[in-house]
């Protein structure tokens, strides 16, 4: 019975330990925000340029500063509209703070956002763990962006 018992343990032990290093995400930066990316060898104007370029891509609306939003999904209307008939909106605001060793740290929160544009009545609710991913591909969109060599301004003949 004693091996039975073993084996049971071990089993708990790794299974814990696999599901606690498999929930466990890095940042290239740690900016304490859900979301983080350290860009090096670019302005702080490129990385703006490449911002815009992304979420313009991506569908999302540029509203002021540095704060997107996009129309949620009907899963997110359900999660989380309430009672509320209106469009829940995906709300993505970006942060760009300069490093002592030249470099940026663009940071990414996520909120979800009801009544949008409709002033004391605007709810925006912010999200700690299911928008991450969101926030993720994006840092990574704008670091591949930057990373692309520039096209045009030269003519071979």
């Not at 090096?40 to 703006?48: D, F, M, P, R």
């Not at 309430?82 to 940071?107: E, F, N, P």
Request: net charge negative; proline share 3%.
């Amino acid at each position: 019975m004693k091996p039975i018992l073993r084996f049971i343990a071990a089993s708990v032990v790794l299974f814990a330990a696999f599901f606690l290093a498999g929930c466990k995400t890095t940042d290239t930066a740690d900016s304490g925000q859900l979301a983080s990316l350290e860009i090096s060898g670019h302005s702080e104007v490129e990385i703006l340029r490449a911002m815009q370029a992304v979420f313009q891509d991506e569908g999302y609306e540029h509203m002021t500063g540095m704060v997107y939003d996009k129309k949620g999904s009907a899963w997110d209307a359900a999660a989380y509209g309430g009672w509320s008939l209106g469009a829940v909106y995906v709300r993505l605001k970006l942060t760009v703070d300069s490093t002592v060793t030249r470099s940026y740290i663009v940071g990414c929160d996520a909120y979800m956002v009801n009544g949008r544009n409709q002033g004391v009545l605007e709810e925006e609710r912010k999200m700690y763990v299911s928008e991450r991913s969101e926030c993720k591909r994006i840092l990574n969109e704008i670091q591949t962006r930057l990373d692309m060599p520039p096209t045009g301004g030269t003519n071979p003949q």
